[in-house]
Structure formats: structure tokens, C-alpha cells
């Protein structure tokens, strides 16, 4: 009995059915955990949530920020942008239900016997962990409510850009989503920078990877994240593992088996 925790997929259904056979993936006994972007850029995005939500019990998904676009324009919130891949589930005679199903997948999961937890692209560094799964159901109580249209007509902007406990209304609940699902580089004080994308060699001395700000309030958790496909899954810190190894960009495919942090690879061909 394993569970494998896996990189984004992006709609690379074809590459997610390799890695499992090399993984030899058993779902009579294995738990499958997903870090999210499960959609959009690749060309399988509906057989891959399909597949996912047909995993039942033996998956634990957090959403990512392509996730969350796909459910803004479910709800006509979005318009979409040009390189979106998602008609085909927008269009597909189960999309209602397949909506529901990824409307009840949380921005975060801790499992306290494995003693990991996952995020699609990291925390705020003032968070420890108690606070990280308060503030995602917090997000989950919104989705799965009546306020779910009004939160995704407020969800797109990038301030504001620190978390204070203080936050409120729609301006708290865009931070916290933020952090959950597009943050990358922060400054020393924890506030994101989310222009910023590419290689930790490129950017601003001002600037560090949420990961590695001083003093950071969840460096005791094991944080399993995607997202930021340029780390090439490397960190170099303790306690963090980034997974998102580039699959729909054309490099690999990623399972990190986490009983023993061995890794599992497949090339991706889009």
C-alpha cells in the first residue's frame, strides 16, 4: 500500500496513464494525492478529471489556479484566455458534475499519519498549520455556498499582495487564494510578487521563494506543492518538495512515492 503524490498534469492525460504504469499503480490499495492544475494548457483536460474524479476515495486533490479558472468560467465569470483548452470540458454533457466535484476539492490537505500536507503552490510564510487549514475551508465554505459566484467575479487580481489576520471581505479571500495557488516569490516580510515567474537565478535580491523567507511559520511541515515548473522540482530546502516538473511544457511527468520520498518519472510529448 503506497500513495503517490503527483505534479500538475495540465490536461496531459496520456503522460498521467504512463507515470501510473510505471508506478504500477494499484488502485485496490494506493491513494493517488494531486497538487492541482489538473487542466487546461494540454490536450486531455476532460479525460483527465474524469479519470480523477472516478478515483473516489483513493485520491486527495487540491485545486490550483488553472483549476479555479476552469470553475470562473462555469460560473460566467470569466470569458477565458486565449491559449484556455477547457471547451471541451465546458462543453461535455457531465460538465455540471464534474463542476460540482471540483468545486468540493480543498486549496489544501494535511494527512497527520503521513505527516505531509500539499498546496498547489505554497503558503504564506505567517501561516503555520493550524491557520493554513482554517483559511481553506474558509475558501471551501465559499465554494460550496451560494457565494461561490460572487467569490469568482472578485477572484482575479493580485492585491492585496500580505496577509494580515485582519483582512476582509473580498480582499481576504483573494490573499488567501493567492498564496494557496499562484505564490512563488515573496519579499523578506512574506508579501508575494506574483509578476514574477522563471528561474530563482533571475530574480531581484529584494526577492526569495515562499519557501525560503526568514522565519517562516510552516517550516516545521513537510509541503508538498507544484506550480512553479522552473524549480525543476529542486528546492534545496528541507521540508519542501515541488513536483510541477514541466509535462506540459514538453520535460516529465512526476510521482514522489511519499513512505520513503522516492521519485517516479515519465517524458511528456504534447
Known sequence: ?????????????????????HIQF?????????????????PQSL???????????????????HDLHLLAMAHNAHKGWPNDRLNEILQ???????????????????????????????????????????????????????AAQDFFNHMYGNTPDQW??????????????????????????GSQDLQLKGTLDLHPKTLMPWYEVPNRQNANLNIIFGHWAALGGI?????????DTGCVWGFSLTAMRLEDQKRFQVSCGI
Open 92 to 146: 461535455a454533457p457531465d460538465k455540471n458534475e464534474l463542476v460540482e466535484w471540483l468545486l468540493q476539492q480543498p486549496l489544501f490537505y494535511y494527512d497527520s499519519e503521513l505527516n505531509y500536507c500539499m498546496a498547489h503552490a505554497g503558503l504564506a510564510p505567517a501561516w503555520n498549520l493550524a491557520k493554513a487549514e482554517a483559511l481553506s475551508k474558509e475558501i471551501s465554505g465559499i465554494l460550496q455556498s451560494n
Open 235 to 243: 528546492t534545496h530546502t528541507p521540508r519542501t518538495f515541488a513536483l
Open 26 to 42: 494499484d488502485q485496490s490499495k494506493d491513494t493517488l494525492w494531486f497538487v492541482g492544475d489538473l487542466v487546461n494548457r494540454g
Open 164 to 189: 494580515h489576520d485582519d483582512l476582509q471581505g473580498w480582499d481576504r479571500l483573494r490573499c488567501i487564494t493567492n498564496y494557496f495557488t499562484r505564490v512563488r516569490f515573496c519579499r523578506a516580510d
Open 47 to 65: 479525460e483527465t478529471v474524469r479519470f480523477i474524479k472516478n478515483l473516489g476515495a483513493k485520491h486527495r486533490t487540491v485545486l490550483g489556479n
Open 1 to 21: 500500500m503506497s500513495t503517490y503524490a503527483i505534479g500538475d498534469i495540465q490536461g496531459c492525460f496520456s503522460a498521467l496513464q504512463d507515470l501510473l504504469k
